[in-house]
């Protein structure tokens, strides 16, 4: 018997929504489960992505043994190439995970150097104290895996992202019986995802989108655009049987679409018949009701390809009346306002869209409901129970959810946040000190920059390079810019950047010239333009890379 402790530190995605990690130590030994990213909301303009701060694991660089995958969503791997390329981990998945991966750290030039080991459900490996076991789940992208870990003072199992479907569409079905066998032994910790906590029932099965989008096939007398997440496989597998059945050929749209489609369709995950596809250069020359288009950006991003399309800005496709948009996924908050302004842009060119809660579905959540949360719970019967993946509310309702169990040997249930650990030793359970978090702010630039310039904290990106206000007032009426930009600066530069800064003025006016009228009236679309156009001119003149925040008043 050992008389070491068990630490379990959440580093991202407790008490907030994405950049899911979570590290277990036992003495001297480290293993870290996911490493996520988040997208910034409009608190956080003037960066790309935000990380977890992994302080933690470098302080503690020579006892971290491996990076543990559960599946493919950015908000678990989107971090990977940056922590990496501070401490080379061997890391463990599954193998679209680690392609999707792979990806990521070639962009990254980590590729060369990094230890990817694939492995499959069912699998078990032992990293030092830990036996790792691989557990099937289903989820709404494919080779989703549970961890169960057996570590020396008992079991510990992490759901990774999850919802009890009974009829995935690639029949690979949720192994419930390991699960069921790991409770019977006795689990001393459960993690578990608590993203749907807030919604009673169970979450409906892939398959209830089908009727939805054979509708839309079967009625559509034109072009019929869908934009889905890329890593839904199953959605895309789904799209691509309809169309075969319903005579179009199917068209990807943007990078990440057309990326992932590739990986899948080469791992034997999605099939697609060759005669179904069809060139993204060839969509306007087929007869429109011959063509399905299968888009990225469903969030609204500024500069996705289904935004490109709502304001007639790609070369591959533009919208003619009666063409049919169907947006199948859900809604992130915070998104909301970057999505429908997409759509009054759709709806401007006539297009029938189709979104929103609806009877079939046109989106299925891939996390669990409550029925299906207690189902885990019932089966796996743990004696401490730690919910994850979720805002605070959720996680608090997730233990308060769990309560029926106190009188099964549930001893107790923690709501933490990134940061707070448990200390686990043979007399039980307890809340452990806390370990420095939080968020690192990425400005990622484009994508031949090298890791070393992409990882910017917040606070020295100011201090070194500091930031600059570009601020374009535009006319209410005409939509046009009044006179020339100004740009306001602090910290970038000296005296020396005087003539910089006037230049910078024409590249923002260029920018505003070369933009369309609905462009100039969508100030998301406008500001990622002047952003992007404005880093790239000052890194290149100027080797620095401030932080910059366009302000557009209405005059
Ligand atoms: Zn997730
Ligand atoms: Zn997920």
Redesign the pocket.
């Known amino acids: 018997m050992s008389d070491r402790k068990l630490q379990v530190v959440p580093l991202g995605g407790l008490g907030e929504f994405g950049m899911n990690s979570m590290a277990l130590r036992y003495g001297d030994d480290i293993i870290v489960i996911d490493a996520g990213m988040m997208f910034p909301d409009a608190e956080l303009l003037g960066v790309d992505i935000v990380t977890p701060d992994f302080t933690y694991l470098e302080e503690n660089a020579a006892d971290v043994r491996a990076l543990i995958l559960t599946?493919g969503?950015e908000?678990?791997i989107g971090a990977v190439p940056f922590l990496l390329s501070t401490i080379n981990l061997p890391v463990y998945g599954t193998e679209f995970t680690l392609s999707l991966v792979e990806r990521r750290l070639e962009e990254h030039e980590l590729l060369k150097d990094a230890r990817l080991n694939v492995v499959e459900a069912g699998d078990r490996i032992t990293i030092g104290p830990f036996l790792v076991e691989f557990i099937r789940v289903t989820?709404?992208?494919v080779s989703?895996v549970a961890l169960a870990i057996t570590t020396p003072l008992g079991v510990v199992i992490h759901t990774?992202?999850f919802k009890v479907d009974p009829t995935p569409t690639d029949n690979e079905l949720f192994d419930l019986h390991t699960l069921a066998e790991y409770g019977k032994r006795g689990v001393l910790l459960l993690m578990s995802d608590s993203t749907n906590v807030d919604r009673p029932g169970y979450t409906e099965s892939e398959r209830a989108v089908r009727p939805r989008l054979e509708e839309l096939f079967a009625r559509s007398e034109r072009r019929l655009i869908i934009s889905c997440f890329s890593s839904s496989i199953h959605r895309l597998q789904q799209i691509l049987d309809l169309a075969a059945q319903y005579g179009r050929k199917v068209a990807f749209l943007g990078r990440s679409m057309l990326n992932v489609t590739e990986i899948a369709h080469n791992l034997g995950l999605l099939s697609v018949p060759d005669s179904t596809l069809l060139r993204p250069q060839d969509i306007m020359q087929m007869p429109p009701d011959k063509v399905a288009v299968v888009v990225s950006g469903t969030q609204g991003e500024p500069l996705s390809a289904m935004s490109r399309v709502a304001v007639d800005n790609h070369k591959h496709l533009y919208l003619e009346p009666g063409d049919t948009v169907a947006l199948s996924a859900r809604i992130i908050p915070g998104n909301e306002k970057a999505i429908f302004r997409m759509m009054n842009h759709l709806a401007r060119r006539g297009s029938d869209i189709v979104y929103g809660s609806m009877n079939p579905p046109i989106h299925v959540s891939?996390h669990a409901s409550q029925e299906e949360l207690k189902l885990v719970l019932n089966l796996v019967k743990p004696r401490y129970f730690l919910p994850i993946h979720g805002e605070y509310r959720q996680l608090a309702k997730h233990a308060q959810l769990a309560g029926y169990l106190n009188s099964q040997g549930l001893e107790n249930s923690f709501v933490l946040e990134t940061g707070e650990t448990i200390e686990i030793d043979q007399m039980g359970a307890r809340r452990g000190e806390k370990v420095t978090v939080g968020r690192v702010c990425i400005d990622s630039g484009s994508l031949d920059d090298v890791v070393e310039d992409m990882i910017i904290r917040d606070r020295r990106h100011l201090a070194e390079d500091g930031f600059v206000l570009p601020v374009i007032a535009i006319d209410k009426h005409t939509g046009r810019s009044e006179g020339l930009p100004e740009i306001v600066s602090r910290g970038f530069m000296g005296a020396e950047g005087a003539d910089i800064l006037q230049e910078a003025r024409g590249v923002v006016a260029r920018t505003l010239e070369s933009s369309t009228t609905e462009e100039l009236s969508d100030w998301g679309v406008m500001q990622e333009k002047i952003r992007t156009d404005l880093k790239r001119f000052l890194t290149k003149q100027t080797q620095r890379r401030p932080l910059i925040m366009p302000v557009i008043l209405e005059v």
């Open positions: 599946h969503h908000d678990h989820h709404s992208i989703a990774g992202d891939g």
